[in-house]
């Protein structure tokens, strides 16, 4: 009898358009139990806010745009999902790492009517690591029109860095004003050439899943219609992956992780728990 060889995570045109253009889909990740547990972390986040939450619309929005952060620990279906699905096993395919760590969960809700675009950004500048090995995952549980889903600018990920800004007032709150090159105006870019960047967005359906850099820029429209947009996003870090304190407070901040976690050490801490190979 001929020997049943294990699948991979993730074909390899996959992991070849992830390393080219830091941006990709994977069709059906979460199994229809798995997008169950995701929902009902949702819906106990919404319940029951962490003091990370935060409201990231403004005032006058028709809906309401919310976040929260680092709620693994405390929502069991959240940590269900990181440790048994296969979203750790495609994060090292992608990022072509032996290892993978966790750094933190994200939970994103935008309800039905929400105005509040998502502006253009990296998020690796708001973070407290660094690393080439990395990668970002977001899944939604509500089907999500190509108008509201997020956007990519192909090959951003290569760098550089860029002036990380708060959302709500443009305000340079983690790197000091002037010592990182602003973002381009990619929106005025694609008016005067729609040709000037190659963006990245795919419709996506429950159990979706993007994976992404996170040095990737991107962005997200409002919600349009009657349908909220709920979100669960996970942050993955790879071998070369190193603890890097900042003077100010970063997001999602890790209070007195300095103190355990020298500059340049990698992230073995348990906050961020080995999540591949299985067992660690």
Not at 47 to 68: I, K, N, Q, W
Not at 72 to 97: D, K, N, T
Request: one cysteine or more; glycine letters at 8%; aromatic letters at 10%.
């Amino acid at each position: 009898m001929s020997e049943t060889l294990p699948q991979p995570a993730v074909d390899e045109a996959t992991v070849a358009a992830f390393q080219r253009d830091g941006a990709v889909v994977v069709r059906g990740l979460a199994s229809p139990a798995e997008l169950a547990l995701v929902e009902r972390g949702i819906e106990k986040v919404l319940a029951d806010p962490s003091e990370r939450f935060l409201v990231a619309s403004r005032d006058a929005d028709a809906g309401r745009f919310v976040e929260d952060f680092c709620n693994w620990q405390r929502i069991p279906e959240y940590e269900q999902f990181i440790r048994q699905s296969r979203a750790a096993e495609v994060a090292a395919a992608l990022m072509g790492s032996r290892t993978v760590r966790l750094f933190h969960d994200h939970t994103l809700v935008k309800e039905p009517g929400t105005q509040q675009r998502t502006p253009w950004h990296q998020d690796q500048p708001y973070y407290n690591v660094e690393g080439r090995q990395n990668c970002s995952m977001w899944l939604p549980v509500d089907p999500v029109a190509r108008t509201s889903t997020l956007e990519f600018v192909a090959g951003s990920h290569r760098g550089p860095w860029l002036m990380p800004r708060s959302f709500m007032d443009d305000q340079a709150k983690w790197f000091p004003e002037g010592s990182l090159q602003d973002l381009p105006d990619i929106d005025g870019d694609l008016a005067r050439d729609a040709g000037a960047h190659r963006i990245l967005g795919w419709q996506l359906e429950p159990g979706d899943a993007v994976f992404f850099h996170m040095l990737e820029l991107h962005a997200a429209g409002g919600v349009e219609g009657p349908h909220r947009r709920r979100a669960f996003s996970v942050r993955f870090l790879g071998d070369d992956a190193v603890h890097a304190p900042r003077a100010w407070t970063t997001s999602p901040a890790f209070p007195g992780l300095g103190d355990e976690l020298p500059a340049g050490a990698p992230m073995d801490h348990p906050l961020f728990p080995r999540l591949w190979p299985r067992g660690g």
